[in-house]
Antibody, heavy 121, light 112 residues
Framework: QVQLVESGGGVVQPGRSLRLSCVAS????????MHWVRQAPGKGLEWVAI????????YYGDSVRGRFTISRDNSENALYLQMNSLSGEDTAVYYC??????????????WGQGTLVTVSS | IVMTQSPDSLAVSLGERATINCKSS????????????FAWYQQKPGQPPKVLIY???TRESGVPDRFTGSGSGTDFTLTISSLQAEDVAVYYC?????????FGQGTKLEIK
């Protein structure tokens, strides 16, 4: 079965960096685009970034562009999010999600359980 | 593309119909394949979102048939035909027509 497991969250000081990971299993990882989506405590969903199946194309949300970098290692079935210059507004649960439209579905068809990033001094 | 849901919250009696609306600031219908790049998600407390409907009206495998998505272009509706206790959740609409992919603000559905 499809599984996405995030890790790397924690408490970090403002201005510092953090790298999140998402390990995928149960599907052909290299065939799918992948997303990061975040959710601040008690708030709605905010799309963060997408990377195409082969890593050739990346897009970012306005609030993270220039500070965050999405990447992937298809040999390790892993997705990453490098987050720099963090601020309190980046405090959120970060989810990785599979792009359903890369396959026979649509939307974001599988999600991990999320990893909490707290930016605080 | 801005996605606006209505209402923000909704209380419905068990067994009754629940209707949630979503309006996009521009069309999410891709003319070359006649598909609406639009989805509905359900999120229960402490859980990640779960896709219910994609391409505006295609039900995800395993989703009960009481959930129906309709609409095209800029106006979409999620209908729960007979509300069950397990449907209490926050529901989000989303466009994946173009980046940045955007979600609605969410609609909190409760039992009356």
């Amino acid at each position: 079965q499809v599984q996405l497991v995030e890790s790397g969250g924690g408490v970090v000081q403002p201005g510092r960096s953090l790298r999140l990971s998402c390990v995928a299993s149960g599907f052909s990882f290299s065939s799918y685009g992948m997303h990061w989506v975040r959710q601040a405590p008690g708030k709605g969903l905010e799309w963060v970034a997408i990377i195409y199946h082969d890593g050739s194309v990346k897009y970012y949300g306005d609030s993270v562009r220039g500070r965050f970098t999405i990447s992937r290692d298809n040999s390790e079935n892993a997705l990453y999010l490098q987050m720099n210059s963090l601020s309190g507004e980046d405090t959120a649960v970060y989810y990785c999600a599979r792009d359903g439209a890369s396959g026979s579905g649509g939307g974001f068809d599988y999600w991990g359980q999320g990893t909490l990033v707290t930016v605080s001094s | 593309i801005v996605m606006t849901q209505s209402p923000d919250s909704l209380a419905v009696s068990l067994g009754e119909r629940a209707t949630i609306n979503c309006k996009s600031s521009q069309s999410v219908l891709y003319s070359s394949n006649n598909k609406n790049y639009f989805a509905w998600y359900q999120q229960k407390p402490g859980q990640p979102p779960k896709v219910l409907i994609y391409w505006a009206s295609t039900r995800e495998s395993g989703v009960p048939d009481r959930f129906t998505g309709s609409g095209s272009g800029t106006d979409f509706t999620l209908t729960i035909s007979s509300l069950q206790a397990e449907d209490v959740a926050v529901y989000y609409c989303q466009q994946y027509y173009g980046t940045p992919y955007t979600f609605g603000q969410g609609t909190k559905l409760e039992i009356k």
